[in-house]
Structure formats: structure tokens, C-alpha cells
């Protein structure tokens, strides 16, 4: 099975985090456009929360 357009690996190819293990290191874009690296907030408490934007195709 092919990834869908625009993505280089199906989910299944991704390791399933357990409560309990590290977070890989990632960077992402914030809602407001900012990049944010986790490594640069090592130490502090960090939540992620996705929800999906209406109506914008994301």
C-alpha cells in the first residue's frame, strides 16, 4: 500500500509511543505559525493537543 499524496510513510510504519517513554526529539508549527523544538523546552512540563481546524482541509 502507497502513502497518501503529500506524506513519505503510512502510520503504521510509526513506532507507537507507551505512557511512560521518552518523546522522540521533533519540531512542529504552532497555531500561530512559531516552530517550536522540544528539545528546547527539556525540563518543563509539555502537552500536546491536536484538533482539527473546520473547515480548512488540515
Known sequence: MAAPVGR???AGE?????VGDP???FT??????R???LGA???KKVVLAF???A???T
Open 28 to 33: 512542529m508549527r504552532s497555531h500561530d505559525g
Open 23 to 25: 518523546a522522540p526529539a
Open 35 to 37: 516552530e517550536i523544538v
Open 8 to 10: 513519505t510513510k503510512l
Open 55 to 57: 473547515f480548512t482541509n
Open 51 to 53: 484538533f482539527a481546524f
Open 41 to 43: 523546552l527539556l525540563g
Open 14 to 18: 510509526t513506532p507507537t509511543l507507551k
